[in-house]
């Protein structure tokens, strides 16, 4: 799967907490997510913070886009990480993982990080990983 393959996938699952995402799908998503808050927060404090009288590079800045972003790809970076967490035979409850201060995060990136069970779980069987498109 490819990048906009990827971002395609998720946003037309959007909301889907069934099933298995490869580990492509998830990692595409995750790098687009980093690069459009990356562009966001650029356009945000070059452009919007001055409208809105802000200094372009302090902390108290308005961010509104990136806050909007944010808000939606929430449920969809959800549901991305249950069904990576279904692909290696683990329940969505792991999410909650991420909350512990410090450690949670790295072991939400170890278990996705994992390879795909090769064999039908309790959660479906294994995603078709769909070669990159010639075009």
Same mark, same amino acid.
């Given at each position: 799967?490819?990048?906009?393959?990827?971002?395609?996938?998720? @946003?037309?699952?959007?909301?889907?907490?069934?099933?298995?995402?490869?580990?492509?799908?998830?990692?595409?998503?995750?790098?687009?997510? +980093?690069?459009?808050? +990356?562009?966001?927060?650029?356009?945000?404090?070059?452009?919007?913070?001055?409208?809105?009288? =802000?200094?372009? @590079?302090?902390?108290?800045?308005?961010?509104?886009?990136?806050?909007?972003?944010? +808000?939606?790809?929430?449920?969809?970076?959800?549901?991305?990480?249950?069904?990576? +967490?279904?692909?290696?035979?683990?329940?969505?409850?792991?999410?909650?993982?991420?909350?512990?201060?410090?450690?949670?995060?790295?072991? =939400?990136?170890? =278990?996705?990080?994992?390879?795909?069970?090769?064999?039908?779980?309790?959660?479906?069987?294994?995603?078709?990983?769909?070669?990159?498109?010639?075009?």
């Amino acid at each position: 799967m490819n990048f906009t393959q990827s971002v395609h996938s998720v @946003f037309s699952h959007y909301a889907t907490f069934r099933g298995r995402a490869p580990r492509s799908e998830f990692w595409w998503f995750v790098l687009f997510t +980093l690069i459009a808050n +990356l562009a966001l927060s650029i356009v945000d404090s070059l452009i919007v913070a001055p409208i809105l009288g =802000f200094s372009p @590079f302090s902390d108290n800045g308005a961010r509104p886009l990136s806050a909007l972003f944010s +808000l939606a790809i929430f449920v969809p970076s959800l549901a991305v990480g249950a069904r990576r +967490l279904h692909d290696t035979g683990r329940s969505a409850w792991w999410l909650l993982v991420g909350l512990i201060p410090l450690i949670g995060w790295l072991i =939400f990136v170890y =278990f996705a990080v994992q390879p795909s069970e090769q064999v039908t779980n309790e959660y479906g069987p294994p995603p078709v990983e769909r070669p990159p498109s010639s075009r």
